[in-house]
């Protein structure tokens, strides 16, 4: 079955450089949810996002951006990056919604692995 | 295809008294097994987790879950409820075949009444 798909897997960017990662979800999924995993860290939660609507926030830092498209793809548009923002970044996704009624299990993608410079 | 389930949207419980939140899964193959809390506005932090060994997990705040093969269940429970407890609990599964990624259950509010 087709898994929630990141892109890119890898990336290396300097300091003050911008980065966009991409999630792509599971087909008829409608939700996305956004995670930074430190090094030796919890997932931390940044934001999420309902039928291209942001539904919930986290811990994001105001550096970052993130929307949902018509296709339920979801980008992280990250600005003036920090060394400290070095982490894995995990998407998941879900079937309907974050609030408001019962949701269902969150796949999570296989992250993609940020290095600041 | 893998999946975990947490039957209860919400479980209260009186300060004081033993909790109990349930999860079970499904899988195929040997599942790592996770419990994760998020309080208010803030990411997720980690409880606990079960690779292999003794099934009874003891985790972080008093926390401690039992992993139940046969039953696919990995119950959290708390001997003694604190308000502070108040939270969403998420149950994880991690299985190496569906490329190590997390499956995180829908999760379960926590409510500790004074």
């Known amino acids: 079955a087709a898994g929630v798909i990141q892109s890119p897997r890898h990336l290396i960017k300097e300091k003050r450089e911008t980065a966009t990662l991409k999630c792509y979800p599971i087909?008829?999924?409608?939700?996305v949810y956004w995670y930074q995993q430190g090094p030796g860290q919890d997932p931390q939660f940044l934001i999420s996002?309902?039928?291209?609507?942001?539904?919930d926030k986290g811990s994001i830092p105001d550096r970052f951006s993130a929307q949902q498209f018509s296709d339920y793809h979801s980008e992280l548009n990250m600005s003036s990056l920090e060394l400290g923002d070095s982490a894995l970044y995990f998407c998941?996704?879900?079937?309907?919604?974050?609030?408001?009624?019962?949701?269902?299990?969150?796949?999570f993608g296989p992250g993609t692995r940020l290095l600041v410079l | 295809a893998q999946s975990v389930a947490q039957p209860e949207d919400q479980v209260n419980v009186a300060e004081g008294n033993p909790l109990t939140v349930k999860c079970t899964y499904s899988?195929?193959?040997?599942?790592?097994l996770f419990w994760y809390v998020q309080y208010p506005n803030r990411g997720l932090q980690f409880l606990l987790k079960?690779?292999?060994?003794?099934?009874l997990v003891k985790g972080s705040y008093g926390f401690e879950a039992e992993f139940n093969k046969s039953q696919t269940s990995f119950h959290l429970k708390k001997p003694s409820a604190l308000v502070s407890d108040s939270a969403l609990y998420f149950c994880?599964?991690?299985?190496?075949?569906?490329?190590?990624?997390?499956?995180f259950g829908p999760g379960t509010r926590l409510s500790v009444l004074p």
């Open positions: 998941a996704s879900s079937l309907g919604g974050t609030s408001g009624r019962r949701r269902e299990t969150q796949y």
């Open positions: 899988v195929s193959g040997n599942p790592y």
């Open positions: 996002f309902y039928e291209k609507m942001q539904s």
């Open positions: 087909p008829r999924h409608d939700t």
């Open positions: 994880a599964v991690r299985v190496l075949n569906y490329g190590q990624n997390f499956v």
């Open positions: 079960y690779i292999t060994g003794d099934n």
